[in-house]
């Protein structure tokens, strides 16, 4: 398996509060990628990174920031979360931009 | 947005049959994936095809891309009780440096 894990597995917070996620890889893999994943939207892209300090968003990327100041890193801030954001959230990683993504195993986040 | 579209949405079949999903997309891509996920983990790449290529094989796995039809389908032979999970296609659109996934087609293995 690549080495990526997520951090944490599971959090459960309030709404109003921010919260941080966070993507750690071992691989040295350029580009690093935030999903959310929703019952009846499959896996949808939040942000995503092509190398340190070089991000762009994605398709569903409004009430989320993201920064990655090394390569291993790649973090997901909800500045003030809202049930809206309930949802489970993926990490991936990839060599190019086009091809194969390794994934993490998950985050579980309720905002209640 | 370009996004890959699964056909069906869900698949129940015996084990030992084989499974076919199908996978529709909109614009020029520059490749095709196919990924599993199992339930309540992340998930896992199982195949890429390039656009310049008709077919493509992996251990039980069969996948064909049709670019005239903007079309993909994903063929799992002999199918097993583990076979049961969740398939997502995911496509570039030609020009991004990155990939949109569909919603998957769930597939239930029955013993």
């Known amino acids: 398996d690549a080495g990526i894990t997520q951090s944490p597995r599971h959090k459960v917070t309030e709404t109003g509060t921010p919260v941080t996620l966070r993507c750690h890889q071992t691989e040295n893999h350029r580009y690093m990628y935030w999903y959310r994943q929703d019952p009846g939207h499959g896996l949808r892209l939040i942000h995503y990174?092509?190398?340190?300090?070089?991000?762009d968003k994605g398709e569903v990327s409004d009430g989320y920031s993201v920064s990655r100041s090394k390569t291993e890193d790649f973090l997901l801030t909800l500045e003030s979360a809202t049930s809206s954001q309930t949802s489970v959230y993926f990490c991936?990683?990839?060599?190019?931009?086009?091809?194969?993504?390794?994934f993490g195993p998950g985050t579980r986040l309720t905002v209640t | 947005s370009q996004q890959g579209e699964e056909d069906p949405q869900a698949l129940s079949i015996q084990e030992g049959e084989n499974a076919t999903m199908n996978c529709s997309y909109k614009?020029?891509?520059?490749?095709l994936q196919w990924y599993r996920q199992n339930s309540g983990r992340g998930l896992v790449h199982l195949i890429l095809i390039r656009s310049n290529e008709r077919e493509k094989h992996s251990g039980r796995l069969r996948v064909t891309l049709d670019t005239s039809k903007k079309s993909s389908s994903l063929l799992i032979t002999a199918s097993r009780a583990a076979d049961t999970a969740s398939y997502f296609c995911?496509?570039?659109?030609?020009?991004?440096?990155?990939?949109?996934f569909g919603k998957g087609t769930r597939l239930h293995i029955l013993p």
């Open positions: 995911a496509t570039d659109d030609g020009r991004d440096d990155k990939i949109i």
């Open positions: 614009t020029s891509i520059n490749n």
């Open positions: 990174s092509y190398g340190v300090k070089d991000t």
């Open positions: 991936a990683i990839s060599v190019t931009g086009l091809d194969e993504q390794y």
